[in-house]
């Protein structure tokens, strides 16, 4: 009855120690909003060409419904940002909308000017073309 007892003990002691081994090997991934990207968005001094890259990989491990509700917070927060005079926080939100739509951010930045028009024929080329010139626009 003892040799039985200790096996189980050592079975039951191994278990634990996989456990845990399999715990600190896999920590759980923080699941990605859409209000982290935008909080990832602002603590960018000065959105480059690489951080356009590490913006757009975060927005592309976001789920649909987050990215929809990170296009709608952008917006918003352009907006409020433009009507409160805070040229900082209304860029913060035209850089990610310029990701997710270059045009759109665009359209919002120049008030549906020629700038919009040029755009759309960049994104059109490509992606980058696109947002790059979003970035060019919104930098002025």
């Not at 990207?37 to 975060?58: C, P, Q």
Request: glycine residues 6%; contains cysteine.
């Amino acid at each position: 009855m003892n040799k039985i007892k200790s096996i189980v003990l050592i079975f039951a002691v191994l278990c634990i120690s996989i456990i845990q081994v399999k715990a600190t090997e896999n920590p759980v991934k923080e699941k990605k909003t859409a209000e982290s990207v935008l909080v990832l968005a602002d603590s960018f001094d000065e959105l480059t060409a690489e951080n356009a890259k590490i913006l757009k990989a975060e927005i592309k491990s976001l789920p649909v419904g987050e990215r929809i509700k990170l296009a709608k917070m952008s917006i918003k927060q352009a907006k409020e940002g433009e009507k409160t005079g805070e040229t900082v926080k209304a860029k913060a939100g035209l850089y990610v909308l310029a990701v997710i739509l270059p045009p759109l951010a665009v359209g919002i930045h120049t008030h549906w000017g020629m700038p919009t028009i040029w755009n759309v024929v960049w994104t059109l080329m490509g992606d980058l073309p696109g947002i790059i010139h979003a970035f060019i626009v919104l930098g002025r």
